[in-house]
């Protein structure tokens, strides 16, 4: 069955960095764009970035865009989110998702706090 692992969530100060992964298995990987999402206390989840299955195009969030970065090793089955200049904003549990069929797949979150 599709699963997905996140990882990489901590506590971090603003202004620092953090990079998230996310460990795929139970489906073709590479043939899927992957998505990351973020749901902060009290607030719905949002999207935060996408890629293509081949990793060759990506979309943000303007809330990150130019702080955020997101990547994909199709060898290994995972996507990465590298955030720098990180804002207490972003303290949220972030998501890695796939749409695998008609239904979209979710990991158990992995919590990003910025704080000082």
């Known amino acids: 069955q599709v699963q997905l692992v996140e990882s990489g969530g901590g506590l971090v100060q603003p202004g620092g960095s953090l990079r998230l992964s996310c460990a795929a298995s139970?489906?073709?990987?590479?043939?899927?764009?992957m998505t990351w999402y973020r749901q902060a206390p009290g607030k719905e989840r949002e999207l935060v970035a996408t890629?293509?299955?081949?990793?060759?195009?990506?979309n943000y969030a303007d809330s990150v865009k130019g702080r955020f970065t997101i990547s994909r090793d199709n060898a290994n089955d995972t996507v990465y989110l590298q955030m720098i200049s990180l804002k207490p904003d972003d303290t949220a549990v972030y998501y890695c998702?796939?749409?695998?069929?008609?239904?979209?797949?979710w990991g158990q979150g992995t919590q990003v706090t910025v704080s000082s």
């Open positions: 139970g489906f073709t990987f590479s043939s899927y764009p």
């Open positions: 890629i293509t299955s081949t990793g060759g195009r990506t």
């Open positions: 998702s796939c749409l695998w069929g008609l239904v979209r797949y």
